[in-house]
C-alpha cells in the first residue's frame, strides 16, 4: 500500500467511528527517544521520517507539524502525499488546535491514541481544542495496518551487582525512603531507563539504548515488573524473585492500577505517563516529590562501581578512537596526494572503521547512536548521517567531525572529536581554539553545592561569543551507565533546568561552532561531578573528565589560550607539552 | 503607649470585629521597597524596624517571621513584646498558615488589609488557611494608632524632555503598541517607578527615592494619574495636561476601576496590584503580555538621552568620590600613627564626608540609599549601618568598605569600592583579587540577544567559588534613571529570571566575598548592555561600565589576573599600568 492508501484507510476509520481529526504524535507509551517500529505510525502514514512530528489528518486534509531541524527532509518526503508542511517556530505557523478549529465544522470530534500521549497533553489539548470534542481512543492502527511490525521482546539479562555496584532491594529501600510517604502507596514507573536500572536488568528491546521493554510498580515491600515474562531466562527470573521483584504480563498494567484502590497514594516517577494508566491510576495521585523524579534522580547519580565502569568503557574506547586517529594519518592525512585522489575513503567508511575498532573489544555491545561522521560542510548539519548509499568523499583539507559513542557491559561512551585532515583556513582555527577554550574552561569549573547547569553553561560557549558566533543546542546531556546516552534530570545547558548537579552525575561537555556551507567544529568529553572541597560555608564541587582520546592540537592558536587553559589540557595528556 | 499597648489595642479591636487573627505584612499599597512612615503598622506593633517581615496576632498569641539578614537584630527589638521570633528557612519553623491554623479554633476567622495584599497573596492564603475564613478589611489601624504618621505627598517636578529623552505622549503610544490589545482597554500601573518615568515627573514621597504617590491608567487617549492634586504646581499640570495626563485624587483609583466596564480589558502591569483594587478592576482582566511587565521593560530599555546623564552622574559622583579617596589616604592611611590613634576617624564620620563632599554639586539632590561604610568585620555583615550613636573607629590596617550611591538629576549612581586603610593579610589580597576578578570577567562578557542574567552570572562569581568561597546575594540589580537605586525586571544573579538582556538596561556587577568576624570585600560598578555587534546569526551585546571610580590596586595579586583582565583594567583607567 502507498502512503495514500494509509491515509485513506485511516479516513475510512475515521468516518466509520465518527471522528473528524486525529492526532498522530512520535511517540511510544514510554516516551522515549527512539520509537520501536511498531510505534511508526506517523512515518507509515506520512512517508516522514524525521524522530519529530506530530501529523494530524482530517476528513479532507493532513498537515505536519515539526522543527526547523527537518524542514528541507519534510519538505522532500511530502511531497505528492498532499500533506501541508507546517514549520514550528516560523511566524504565521498556525498551532496544532488552531489548524484543527479552522478546518473542522462545530461539534467535530478530535481523535487522540490513549496510549500515546500524557494525561497532561491531553489535559491541554481538551481546553485548546474547545468547543469541539477530544475523544480517547485505543490504538486504531492495528486494523488499518497491513503488514505493522509487531512490538518485539528480547532476551533480558542482569546486570550484575560487581557491575551495577548495588543490589535492587537497597534501591528499592533507598527510593522508599526519598519518596517519604507515611501511607501505603505505589510508585509507577513508566521510562524504560528508570525500569532497567531500578531492577539492574538490561536488553535490546530499543535501537542503541540496551532497554528492556516492561513497566513497575515499586510499593515498601516489592516491585511488580510488568513485562514480556518469557523473554526473562531462568538465572535473571531467580535473581529478580531474590530481589523481591514480581515478573507479570507487559500488558496488565492498566488493570494492575485500577485494581490498586483509592487508599493507595499513587506516584508516577516522571510526569510522562500515558492519559490511559494515569486516569486508571486515580483518584488519590500525589506528584513526585523530587525535582527532576525521585528515582531518576538516584539513576543519575552514580555509584563509584558504577563510576569505575565508566572509566573502565572510556579507557576501552580510547583504544578505539586512537586506532581510528592513526588510520586517518596514515590513509589520509600523510597519504601520498596523488594516490589518495584515486581512492579516497568516505565518511560512511570511517564510521564502519570505528566499529571494526571497538568490535575488537570484548565487552563491546554496539553503538550507543547512530555515528556523525560529517567531513567539511556536512559538520555544520546538526543531524547529518553517511549511509551506505549516501555519503561525501573525504579530501586533504579541513575538518572532519566525528562524534561517535558505544555501550559496554559496564559504561556507555560519547565523543566527538573533530580532526583536521589537511590545511586549514585562518577562520577554521580561530574557530576550533574558540571551541577548545569552552570545552577547557567548563572542565576547570569548580562551583557549590545547589549550582545548576544553566548557570554554567556560559563557561563554554563564552569563547564563541566573543567571537561573535553561537551554537543552539545544549552544552551537556546525562550519560546513562550502560544505558541511554542522553538521560536526565540533569544538563548543562542555556535553558533553566530546576535540577541541582550532584556528585556523580556523569555529563557530556560539547561546546560547537556550525558555519553554514563551510564547517562544523565539535570537541565533546565526558565529565562527572566529583567533590572537590568543603568550604567554610559547604560543599564545593569540580568536574573529572574521563574520556581519554586525543585531542588535535595542530589547529590551535596557541596565544588565545591562558596559561591556565594550557596546563588544564597538558595535566590531562590531551596536549604533550604545553607551548611557551 | 507601649507597644504591649498596641497589640492590646488591636486584640480589642478584632474582638470587636470577630476576627481570630490578623496577619500584618511590611507593605504598602505600591509595594515599594522603602515604605512610607504611615504603612509601618508592622514596626509600630511590634518594635522590628527590619524591612521584611510579617507579624501575626491573635487573641493570645503573636508571631514574627523574618530571615536569616534578621534573626540576631529581631530577637533584640522583639526580646520583652511577648511576640514569638519565627525563623525563615529554618528547618521546623512552621509557615504561617500552619501556625494559625495550630493557634486557631474552629471556624476561626483571618483578617488581611485588603490594601497591603496583592491579589495572588490573597488567593493563596485563603487556600492554605482552609478550612478558616478569610476577611479583607481596610485598614484598622487609624482608629487604634495614636500619632500615626499621615501619608505626606510633597511637591511635584517635571523632569524635562532633555533629560528624559522622550514626551509622555510617545512613551503612552508606545506602551499601547506594544500591548497590542485590539479591543477597548485599561493599563493599570500601581509601581511608582514605572508612573514617574511614565509621566515624566519626580517627587520626593520616599525616601531615597525621588517619587510620586500615585496610581495611573493609561488608554489609547490618555493617562489619568491619580495623585495628590494640589502638589502638581501649576507648570507641572500645564506640561502633563499638554501630554494628555489628566490628574484626580489619589484615592478615587478603586472606583475608576469598579466603572471601567466589563466590556473594557484590564491589565495590571505588574502582579503587585492589591487584592483591593483587582477585584474591583474584575472581570476581564488579562496578564500583562511581556515579561517581566510592558511598561517595566520599556522602563528598563533606557534610550540615549537617559544613558548620556547616568554617565553625567558618574562623571560627578566620581569627583566625590576621588575627594573622599584622597582625604582618606591624607587623614587614615598615611596619617602618622601616633597622632591617628589620638583622633581616629569612624565610619561615621567618612558617610557624612561623602554626603559633603557630593553636596558640592549643584545637581545633587540626596543618597540614592542609606549608605554602608563598614570597617572591616562590620564589612562581612550584609546590611551593616553606622549611625551617629552606633559606629566602629577605623583603624590604620585591614578593609574599610563604602557602598554608596547618589541622586542627580540626570542619574543614579551605585559604587562600593574596598580601600585598603594599612598592612592586609594574604588571605584578605587573595579573596580581594578574586572578587575584582570577578567583576571585570563580567564587565568583560559578550554575549548574543536573548541572554538572561543566570547564564552570565557566574562570571562573576567563578573566581571565587575557585578559592571554595561564595556569596548569597546578587551580581547585578537595576539601577533607574533619576529613579529607584533597585529597580526590575532585569537582574544578574543566581536565581532564573526569564527577563533578557537588552541594550540600554543598566545594572549594577558586584561581587563581593564575607568572612565573618574578618573582613568583607565588593566592588561594584555600573555597566550598560550595549550593542557589540551584529554577527552571522543575530545581534552580540557587551558591557559599557560607566563608573570612573578608581580601584585601589595595593591588594591585587597580580599573578591571578591573565593579561586580558589587566588590560581591560588598564583600558578602563582602573590602572595606571599593566604590570607585566
Chains 1, 2 share one sequence.
Request: charged letters at 25%; glycine letters at 8%; one cysteine or more.
Amino acid at each position: 500500500m502507498d502512503r495514500r492508501g494509509a491515509i485513506i484507510s485511516l479516513r475510512t476509520l475515521m468516518e466509520r467511528k465518527g471522528i473528524s481529526a486525529m492526532i498522530i504524535p512520535s511517540n511510544d507509551p514510554h516516551f522515549g527517544e527512539y520509537i520501536p517500529d511498531h510505534y511508526k505510525c506517523r512515518e507509515w502514514l506520512s512517508c516522514f521520517t524525521g524522530s519529530a512530528g506530530t501529523l494530524v489528518v482530517t476528513g479532507q486534509s493532513a498537515a505536519l507539524w515539526t522543527d526547523s531541524r527537518y524542514f528541507v527532509q519534510a519538505d522532500k518526503e511530502l511531497a505528492g502525499t498532499g500533506i501541508l508542511l507546517m514549520k514550528l517556530k516560523i511566524a504565521g505557523t498556525p498551532s496544532i488546535p488552531e489548524w484543527i478549529k479552522s478546518e473542522l465544522p462545530e461539534g467535530g470530534t478530535v481523535a487522540i491514541d490513549e496510549d500515546l500521549f500524557t494525561y497532561s497533553e491531553y489535559k491541554g489539548y481538551l481546553s485548546a481544542l474547545d468547543p469541539l470534542k477530544v475523544e480517547m481512543i485505543s490504538d486504531p492502527f492495528d486494523e488499518i495496518w497491513e503488514g505493522r511490525p509487531s512490538l518485539e521482546f528480547h532476551s533480558v539479562e542482569c546486570m550484575p551487582e560487581s557491575v551495577s555496584g548495588e543490589s535492587v532491594i537497597s534501591k528499592r529501600e533507598r527510593l522508599c525512603a526519598a519518596l517519604g510517604v507515611g501511607t501505603p502507596f505505589a510508585y509507577v514507573v513508566t521510562a524504560l531507563d528508570e525500569i532497567a536500572w531500578l531492577c539492574n536488568i538490561r536488553g535490546c528491546d530499543v535501537e542503541y539504548n540496551p532497554l528492556v521493554i516492561a513497566y513497575a510498580i515499586v510499593t515498601t515491600d516489592k516491585i511488580t515488573l510488568f513485562g514480556c515474562v518469557n523473554m526473562f531466562p531462568e538465572q535473571v527470573k531467580s535473581y529478580l524473585r531474590s530481589q523481591n521483584v514480581e515478573i507479570v504480563g507487559y500488558s496488565s498494567l492498566t488493570d494492575a492500577l485500577k485494581g490498586l484502590g483509592d487508599d493507595v497514594v499513587k506516584i508516577f516517577s516522571s510526569d510522562q505517563a500515558t492519559a490511559k494508566n494515569y486516569m486508571a491510576a486515580g483518584p488519590n495521585i500525589l506528584p513526585d516529590p523530587t525535582t527532576g523524579g525521585t528515582l531518576n534522580l538516584m539513576k543519575a547519580k552514580k555509584n563509584s562501581v558504577e563510576l569505575d565502569g565508566f572509566r573502565r568503557a572510556c579507557a576501552e574506547d580510547a583504544k578505539a578512537w586512537k586506532k581510528l586517529l592513526e588510520y586517518l594519518r596514515v590513509n589520509i592525512v600523510e597519504k601520498d596526494p596523488q594516490e589518495y585522489i584515486l581512492n579516497p575513503l568516505t565518511e560512511y567508511d570511517i564510521a564502519e572503521k570505528l566499529i571494526e575498532f571497538r568490535s575488537e573489544s570484548e565487552d563491546y555491545r554496539g553503538e550507543s547512536f547512530e555515528p556523525i561522521v560529517a567531513y567539511a560542510a556536512n559538520g555544520a548539519l546538526p543531524h547529518y548521517t553517511a549511509t551506505k548509499e549516501s555519503y561525501s568523499v573525504i579530501r586533504q583539507k579541513g575538518f572532519l567531525l566525528i562524534d561517535s559513542g558505544a555501550q559496554y557491559t559496564y559504561g556507555t561512551t560519547d565523543t566527538t572529536r573533530t580532526i583536521p585532515m589537511g590545511p586549514l583556513t585562518q577562520e577554521e582555527m580561530e574557530d576550533y581554539t574558540a571551541v577548545l577554550k569552552g570545552m577547557t574552561d567548563l572542565s576547570m569549573a569548580r562551583f557549590p553545592q545547589g549550582t545548576r547547569g544553566a548557570q554554567l553553561d556560559i563557561l563554554a560557549r563564552g569563547p564563541l561569543f566573543s567571537r561573535g558566533k553561537k551554537y543552539l543546542h545544549g552544552t551537556g546531556h546525562g550519560i546513562g551507565h550502560y544505558l541511554c546516552v542522553h538521560e536526565g534530570p540533569q544538563s548543562i545547558r542555556m535553558e533553566e533546568n530546576p535540577v541541582h548537579l550532584y556528585p556523580g552525575m556523569v555529563l557530556s561537555n560539547e561546546p560547537a561552532v556550525y558555519v553554514e556551507g563551510s564547517h562544523g567544529i565539535r570537541i565533546e568529553n565526558t565529565i562527572v561531578v566529583s567533590p572537590w572541597k568543603v568550604g567554610d560555608d559547604g560543599e564545593y564541587y569540580e568536574f573529572e573528565t574521563i574520556t581519554q582520546i586525543p585531542i588535535s592540537t595542530d589547529p590551535v592558536v596557541w596565544s588565545r589560550l591562558s596559561e591556565e587553559e594550557k596546563q588544564w589540557l597538558y595535566s590531562h595528556g590531551f596536549i604533550d607539552q604545553p607551548p611557551m
